[in-house]
């Protein structure tokens, strides 16, 4: 159990257009997901926190309005890139939180490589 | 803010061995949880282990199991008998305890098992 999958897996785009990637948790329900951005051999960098049926939660210097965070139900949880920049090309990956018992544990998805052209 | 510290940037192990990855944690909240995650070169991450920071004993998953010592504010990740599909980047987390938790990633380590 506890799988998350996320759609695409890659994608092109050219400067200027925006992505939407999908995050689904499939076997559990969640009423929060998380979305991480990761440079190439870094650490993880939280940038939201994504509540069901409620504005999201923004960290510090990510900027809400161009990474549009939309959580319409208990197993998806959506990241739209707004005009996209070459510097926005990162890989971006979401978890989601599963509560067993009095821990919560996150399960991440596969994530989802961006290249802005 | 809490801070994760993994200090081996990499690690080199030979097959069949067990191996230490090292993580310490800073924090004044007397109720917390720590993670494992491995991260293959796939880009996903692959949650190992969990220990909370009430717990006794140090928790164990088959080959892995974590070094839990308290005091020192340590929670090392154990490998044993390590096979080669084990080179990965192996990321520590801290994460308050409480519902969907925000959690807080060290630097990492990249572990290469040797044949």
């Known amino acids: 159990g506890a799988v998350v999958s996320q759609h695409p897996s890659w994608v092109i785009c050219k400067s200027g257009t925006s992505v939407k990637i999908e995050c689904r948790s499939l076997?559990?329900?969640?009423?929060?997901m998380f979305w991480y951005r990761q440079f190439p051999k870094q650490s993880l960098m939280l940038m939201a926190t994504s509540n069901e049926g409620s504005k999201a939660t923004y960290e510090q210097g990510v900027e809400k309005d161009k990474f549009l965070i939309n959580h319409a139900s208990l197993t998806l949880s959506t990241l739209t890139v707004t005009s996209a920049h070459p510097e926005d090309s990162s890989f971006y990956i979401c978890?989601?939180?599963?509560?067993?018992?009095?821990?919560?544990?996150?399960?991440f998805g596969p994530g989802t490589r961006l290249t802005v052209l | 803010a809490q801070k994760i510290t993994q200090t081996q940037p990499g690690m080199f192990v030979q097959e069949k061995e067990a191996v230490t990855l090292d993580c310490t944690y800073d924090t004044s909240d007397p109720s917390y949880g720590l993670f494992w995650y491995k991260q293959p070169s796939s880009g996903e991450m692959i949650f190992l282990i969990y220990?909370?920071?009430?717990?006794?004993q140090n928790a164990t998953e088959g080959r892995y199991s974590l070094n839990f010592q308290k005091a020192r504010k340590s929670a090392n990740l154990v490998i044993s008998a390590s096979q080669l599909g084990d080179s990965a980047m192996y990321f520590c987390a801290w994460g308050k305890r409480g519902s969907a938790r925000q959690l807080t990633f060290g630097s990492g380590t990249q572990l290469t098992v040797l044949p």
């Open positions: 076997d559990f329900q969640a009423t929060t």
């Open positions: 220990q909370g920071s009430y717990d006794q």
């Open positions: 978890s989601a939180s599963r509560t067993s018992g009095s821990t919560d544990t996150q399960y």
